[in-house]
């Protein structure tokens, strides 16, 4: 099922936005795309989840996977603007400390 | 509690219709007096659980039948315990294997089961016969003084479309 991903450049950051719930059915069409945007090794990356309502564990292992390749590739990888439902499943898969997350793009783009 | 499902809803295993067991089972949970984050918690855990079925049980065939069971239990007239039962016909694995795996290890998935117990008041697998496995699970409502429980609300389906 397809998913509404939206890809701009700020400044030195690429931001992937994807819209939409991020379930078993529409993660593979945001790892697509983040693999796409880290192919060009940005300095930043950022996951804007503003228009995510939704996520399930296949949504975290799509982001865990884009932390690893970040790592890999010297980027910094930043997840901003989610929703207190999407939080809570970071505190409860113990992620929230794992990866860089604020609370606004705006925060994202000067992190 | 009563051996008769108030919801039975047969899906088949695509990802595809993960929103609406999702929707059905928050809005279920909704009007039993859960509230907003309970409901999604609810839905997260239904969620979950029918994605391991289609990704292990059935090795991602979408054509495989999966049953999702509702029982409300409590006092008739205000039940407090949303009761949730998940079968399929996929292949059998001893219920002791199912655990969480360790959260240290950072890595891509293997993180179903951990939410599902994290989530929900008691989680059991079972085999079913001769054929699958069941899942039941089960959640009490936990009352709050600042509660809005039963009012209408377009918020907590668990699903939305953007």
Same mark, same amino acid.
């Given at each position: 099922?397809?998913?509404?991903?939206?890809?701009?450049?700020?400044?030195?950051?690429?931001?992937?936005?994807?819209r939409?719930?991020?379930?078993?059915?529409?993660?593979?069409?945001?790892?697509?795309?983040?693999?796409?945007?880290?192919?060009?090794?940005?300095?930043?990356?950022?996951?804007?989840?503003?228009?995510?309502e939704?996520?399930?564990?296949?949504?975290?292992?799509?982001?865990v996977?884009?932390?690893?390749?970040?790592?890999?590739?010297?980027?910094?990888?930043?997840?901003?603007?989610?929703?207190?439902?999407v939080?809570?499943?970071?505190?409860?898969a113990?992620?929230h400390?794992?990866?860089n997350?604020?609370?606004?793009?705006?925060?994202?783009?000067?992190? | 509690?009563?051996?008769?499902?108030?919801?039975?809803?047969?899906?088949?295993?695509?990802?595809?219709?993960?929103?609406?067991a999702?929707?059905?089972?928050?809005?279920?949970?909704?009007?039993?007096?859960?509230?907003?984050?309970?409901?999604?918690?609810?839905?997260?855990?239904?969620?979950?659980?029918?994605?391991?079925?289609?990704?292990?049980g059935?090795?991602?065939?979408? *054509? $495989? =039948?999966i049953? @999702?069971s509702?029982?409300? !239990?409590?006092? &008739? *007239? $205000? =039940?407090?315990? @949303?009761?949730?039962?998940? !079968?399929?016909? &996929?292949?059998?694995v001893?219920?002791?294997?199912?655990?969480?795996r360790?959260?240290?290890d950072v890595?891509?998935?293997?993180?179903?089961?951990?939410?599902?117990?994290?989530?929900?008041?008691?989680?059991?697998y079972?085999?079913?016969?001769?054929?699958?496995?069941?899942?039941?699970?089960?959640k009490?409502?936990?009352?709050?003084?600042?509660?809005?429980?039963?009012?209408?609300?377009?918020?907590?389906?668990?699903?939305?479309?953007?």
């Open positions: 099922m397809s998913i509404d991903i939206q890809i701009e450049k700020r400044e030195t950051a690429i931001v992937v936005s994807p939409g719930d991020l379930d078993m059915s529409r993660s593979p069409a945001l790892r697509n795309s983040l693999r796409s945007a880290q192919g060009d090794k940005p300095k930043t990356l950022i996951v804007n989840l503003a228009s995510v939704y996520m399930d564990s296949s949504g975290l292992a799509t982001l996977e884009a932390m690893k390749n970040a790592k890999n590739n010297s980027t910094k990888l930043v997840l901003c603007a989610m929703n207190q439902k939080k809570a499943l970071f505190e409860i113990r992620l400390n794992y990866f997350i604020v609370s606004s793009l705006d925060d994202a783009v000067g992190a | 509690m009563s051996d008769k499902p108030h919801v039975r809803l047969e899906i088949l295993s695509n990802p595809l219709y993960l929103c609406g999702r929707e059905l089972v928050s809005a279920v949970a909704k009007r039993l007096s859960f509230d907003e984050m309970a409901c999604c918690q609810i839905a997260l855990a239904v969620d979950e659980a029918l994605c391991n079925v289609i990704r292990h059935y090795n991602r065939q979408s *054509d $495989r =039948p049953w @999702l509702l029982y409300p !239990e409590g006092p &008739a *007239d $205000r =039940p407090d315990v @949303l009761r949730i039962v998940i !079968e399929d016909e &996929a292949k059998q001893e219920p002791d294997v199912i655990k969480s360790d959260l240290e890595r891509p998935g293997g993180l179903g089961v951990h939410i599902i117990k994290e989530v929900m008041d008691e989680v059991r079972e085999k079913r016969g001769e054929a699958g496995m069941r899942l039941t699970m089960s009490k409502v936990v009352v709050s003084s600042g509660t809005d429980a039963g009012a209408p609300s377009a918020s907590c389906t668990g699903c939305h479309h953007g």
